[in-house]
């Protein structure tokens, strides 16, 4: 596609409930990458992915987090038993190769946790 | 640890003149890259300039530059003759520079305000 896409843009649940959010990333792009960014904030890595093999998952805050890419191209990232604190925009980013550090990142996801 | 540190939560600035963002950064690598990243109102992350440490030139990009100070730790943003479409928070971001450069710490961000 012409950009990174993500959805959904907006995505409300209740404390418990799982959440999948997807990205979509430049159509031959290598690495794919997730960023939380709270309100205010500058965005925070949470990990990253060369084709299919996630090379880093360092930035995941702790086992309710998970993500994948399956066929090296849409990843998701799954949130199990949100919790209040998740609330924040997830965003995704990806770049053509790994080492040229250049980024383009999608609009995100903003997600709320009542 | 690498840590990036913006001094300055908002800043404004005439429309048509010069503004500087400043942002120091810490790190005991010799090899890294150094951006400058602009999130309008529109809420998108947009890279504006980059830098790469082992060039001594300064980056330029139209309107941005940048003032590149590797031995104080230091890269700031210029951006001349500011336009109102310039208003946004901007973001000073670091990345190692032997693999994973994608993997960018940034800084708080500073709000900029560019008025009529």
């Known amino acids: 596609g012409a950009g990174v896409s993500q959805s959904p843009r907006y995505k409300v649940t209740k404390r418990g409930q799982d959440v999948a959010l997807r990205c979509d990333p430049i159509?031959?792009?290598?690495?794919l990458y997730w960023y939380r960014q709270a309100l205010g904030q500058g965005p925070e890595f949470l990990t990253y992915?060369?084709?299919?093999?996630?090379?880093?998952k360092s930035g995941l805050p702790n086992d309710r987090f998970s993500a994948e890419r399956p066929e090296g191209s849409i990843s998701t990232l799954t949130i199990q038993r949100t919790e209040q604190r998740d609330s924040a925009m997830y965003r995704c980013?990806?770049?053509?190769?790994?080492?040229?550090?250049?980024?383009?990142f999608g609009e995100g996801s903003r997600l709320t946790v009542l | 640890a690498q840590t990036v540190t913006q001094s300055q939560p908002e800043m404004s600035v005439q429309e048509a003149e010069t503004v500087t963002l400043s942002c120091t950064y810490d790190t005991s690598e010799s090899n890294y890259y150094l951006f400058w990243y602009k999130q309008p109102p529109s809420r998108q992350m947009i890279l504006v300039i980059r830098?790469?440490?082992?060039?001594?030139q300064n980056a330029t990009e139209n309107r941005f530059s940048v003032n590149f100070q590797k031995a104080a730790k230091s890269f700031s943003l210029k951006i001349s003759d500011s336009q109102l479409g310039d208003t946004a928070m901007y973001f000073c971001a670091f990345s190692h520079g032997s693999s994973n450069t994608g993997k960018l710490i940034f800084g708080q961000g500073t709000t900029l305000q560019v008025k009529p």
């Open positions: 980013a990806s770049s053509l190769v790994e080492s040229t550090g250049e980024l383009f």
């Open positions: 159509s031959g792009h290598v690495s």
């Open positions: 992915f060369n084709y299919e093999a996630q090379q880093d």
């Open positions: 830098q790469e440490a082992y060039k001594q």
